[in-house]
């Protein structure tokens, strides 16, 4: 099975852009997770999507949203980009389930100017 | 709100040694899971070893295994037989409720 992508690896903006991250889960998982990277504050959940649905929202402003379509693949989008969320976002896939192995995509290296 | 510690920012090993790393966590589930993920050098995370909270058994995966203590909070990873391509960062990670908490990682080095 292809692994999970993610598109673009790398992303270069200004602030007060927006930008949308793209997740490619493994074929049969419907449970797709965003994660922030970085040095500061290692990696920070920031939503599970399952069926189109947000199941979970971490501590994050609304800037940051997300959706999942019907194919599962999902994507992420941060309006008004501040310096601080220059970061890695990773996308997790998995089968339902809390005990079940996230399968981690590359990332996408996010840096706001 | 559930927190996930590991207090070791850097671990070193000797090749093929043992190396123990540490994690705890907090929370006020009774079921929750608790995961070890493995992060290489610009490489992909991935899993290396799982527990939930229910099972008494302490996981093992090979040369990986887990001391597991409820009571205790604590989750810690026992690598044995250390190589070269163990090292990476290492992830302790908490699942339970409708939360998904990582620590901060450990950097292991691993010397030839």
């Known amino acids: 099975k292809a692994g999970v992508t993610q598109t673009p690896r790398y992303l270069i903006k200004t602030r007060g852009q927006q930008v949308t991250l793209s997740c490619s889960p493994i074929?049969?998982?419907?449970?797709v997770s965003w994660y922030q990277q970085t040095p500061g504050q290692g990696l920070q959940f920031l939503f599970e999507y399952f069926s189109e649905t947000q199941r979970n929202k971490g501590n994050f402003p609304g800037r940051f949203s997300g959706r999942q379509f019907s194919n599962s693949r999902s994507e992420m989008n941060v309006s008004t980009l501040e310096l601080g969320d220059s970061a890695l976002y990773l996308c997790?896939?998995?089968?339902?389930?809390?005990?079940?192995?996230?399968?981690f995509g590359p990332g996408t290296r996010l840096t706001v100017l | 709100a559930q927190t996930v510690t590991q207090s070791q920012p850097e671990m070193s090993v000797q090749e093929a040694e043992t190396v123990t790393l540490s994690c705890t966590y907090d929370t006020s589930e009774s079921d929750y899971y608790l995961f070890w993920y493995k992060q290489p050098p610009s490489r992909q995370m991935i899993l290396v070893i799982r527990q939930e909270a229910y099972k008494q058994q302490n996981a093992t995966e090979n040369r990986f295994s887990v001391n597991f203590q409820k009571a205790a909070k604590s989750f810690s990873l026992k690598i044995s037989d250390s190589q070269l391509g163990d090292a990476a960062m290492y992830f302790c990670?908490?699942?339970?409720?409708?939360?998904?908490?990582f620590g901060a990682g450990t950097r292991l080095t691993v010397k030839p």
């Open positions: 997790a896939s998995s089968l339902i389930g809390r005990g079940n192995e996230q399968f």
């Open positions: 074929s049969g998982h419907r449970s």
């Open positions: 990670a908490y699942r339970g409720g409708n939360d998904m908490r």
